[in-house]
């Protein structure tokens, strides 16, 4: 039987930054002009880049050729495929500046890591290396490294093991992680570094970072531009994590009537900054409107202007008179005696660099804001504000749609949705093919009943979809029905969840999966672990104490859970450490969830369901290995354990049996046995390393480039340095460094 093998590339990482889609795509339009010419040369790109619709909206042919000219390319040369990938993302990266990331909202979020022109801002790096060294340098594990040198790269190396980012993470949105999920090693090994970036990157996308073209390698290798866009990205949401009604009600007196009260909640934090800061402006009697952090502020007035009427007790008189330059110096030697951080430098503000002046109005901001403390308005703005519940949810749906990747950045899904065009790209992303864009219209949109339009599209497709969408018309969510469009989310989210485990290598066999088969899934994987925790629903009021989702998450994989960190559950302090770890544990895994704690301690059946599925989703990716069916007595949780009699009794079970095995790991084993005996002498004895291929012979061929379990504790030092080493377009070039190892017998697992 022949298996799938989708387009691959020798440059791995290449290959990460685009789906198997796209690679398909790509590979037939350049397979179509080599077929017709021979050869393809970079002349040719132009004409068959400006067909694609990343660039057809955006760039001319002629702006293409323009732009591969700058970058170097001699436009006769002969390109191969990778090469052409290459010029790919260096025009998608043009295409993301053009497009203009300050007209997005939070358009430092969408700036693009994809481009292969790698500069970084020194002035930049600077910055975040002193924010680094002032809020982590007490750190009881990251003393031993801080301070960091800005004119050295102790910062990127330091980041390779993915504590730090961890840790910044934890200072920005504080108990994001639980620190007892991170792994806090002097030396980690690779394994250890792998699990801390996948909770750092999991993590990230929790508190609103754009990482959709970051990978765990990108953080191993340190990569300069990929992890100064990730820490640069943490510290914004860090520093602007004030500027919205709820945490500083006073904002409320930047608006004069509840209608503006509506577009302030609707505004992403930087503008909300703009506008408190011209807000203030217009008191000082500054005449010009502050529309950047860039060109806007590199004259120096409007921060001298802000500063005086913010603290007029430091205010020096010389400041609007001397030049620009000089003015750039008073401006921060003023903001210094306010007890400001300094971002950034007298030149980052003549140079107008729009990062470290946004970093530095908003620390200007969080330092003295001059807003007023009338009662009356603030009581005000808390009722503008939702309850706990929607604002929870709220969250979480904002947070899944930013993570689809979808071109808009989403700041208040209330008010973000109600144009119907944040909901049509989701819907794009969901159901691929499903919008009709020529009916569809582009933000911004000052018809209203083109909104209709579009939300009518929304609710037609919703439909086609079979959500349940009874007696709802388009215009309730241009209304900005809260009620209505939290529930059309959720049915569209568990319509993403549900197909990802349907089309998941074909293991539902077509099947349409539901709710029952992901709760019978996840019982019987604790079951057949010889443990007898079960949940009923997913509103089981016994799931508040977390051993079941703990179990579940070491049946799936032993090693992630550290039973020591697990309490009973029985007090409410108790299930918050366990919800707290569970949360982490499933993001170190390498789970893409948006709960909070508190919606396990409560029994939330929704986020529990987007949980489970997102644990099964994980688990149902990874080969089947019959040793790992029972668990080590280590791994004895505080829940009782059945008889060992009937450990391993049920698989999947029921209808979830169909979710069976790939059905190319046969395949997968004969070719590997067929390489073994076609490598040196052909024995599989251990004197020949060849133990390395009996310990992942069953595992499918897209898992052989890069196997992602440790070693056993005990084999560490023989073995960690070569584990991964099975290729089979490599015939084994590192088993060479086994040969003479004695092994443990517990690593022969075939």
Sequence with gaps: ?????????????????FTQVELRSLHSKFTSVKNQNGIVTAGDLPALMVTSKAFK???????????????????????????????YLNLQGQTTSKSGGAKNSWSFLKASTTTLLHTISESEKASYVAHINSYLGDDPFLQQFLPLDPATNDLFNLAKDGVLLCKLINVAVPGTIDERAINTKRVLNPWERNENHTLCLNSAKA???????????????????????????????QLLAD???KKTPQLVELVDDSKDVEELLSLPPEKVLLKWMNFLLQKAGYKKAVANFSSDLKDGEAYAYLLNVLAPEHCNPATLDAKPDERAKLVLDHAERMNCKRYLSPKDILEGSSNLNLAFVAQIFHERNGLTTDNKKISFAEMMTDDVQTSREERCFRLWINSLGIATYVNNVFEDVRNGWILLEVLDKVSPGSVNWKQASRPPIKMPFRKVENCNQVVRIGKQLKLSLVNVAGNDIVQGNKKLILAFLWQLMRFNMLQLLKNLRSHSRGKEMTDADILKWANNKVNSTGRTSRMESFKDKSLSNGIFFLELLSAVEPRVVNWN?????????????NATYIVSVARKLGCSIFLLPEDIMEVNQKMLLTLTASI???????????????????????????????EGSTSLGGEISNLSIDETASEVSSQLDNEVNSFGDGSRGEETGCIAVKVVQKRTSAQLLKYERPPPSDADDVFSSCWRIVDLDTKFPLAGGLAGCKFPAELDRS
Excluded at 1 to 12: A, K
Excluded at 214 to 230: A, F, N, S, Y
Excluded at 636 to 645: F, Q, Y
């Design 1 to 17: 039987m022949s298996s799938y093998t989708g387009v691959l590339i020798s440059d791995q990482l290449l290959q990460s930054q």
């Design 57 to 87: 909206e955006t760039h001319t042919e002629e702006e293409i050729r323009n732009i591969l000219s700058g970058l170097g390319s001699n436009l006769s040369a002969e390109i191969d495929f990778e090469s052409f990938l290459k010029a």
């Design 207 to 237: 508190i609103g970072c754009t990482v959709v073209n970051i990978g765990t390698q990108d953080l191993v290798e340190g990569r300069p531009h990929l992890v100064l866009g990730l820490i640069s990205q943490i510290i914004k949401i």
């Design 243 to 245: 500027l919205n009604l």
């Design 565 to 577: 960190l697990v309490t009973k559950g029985e007090s409410a302090d108790e299930k918050k450490l």
């Design 616 to 646: 099964m989703f994980w688990s149902l990716q990874q080969p089947v290995d019959g040793s790992e069916a029972s668990p080590s007595p280590a791994d004895v949780s505080p829940a009782t354990s059945i008889s060992s009699e009937d």
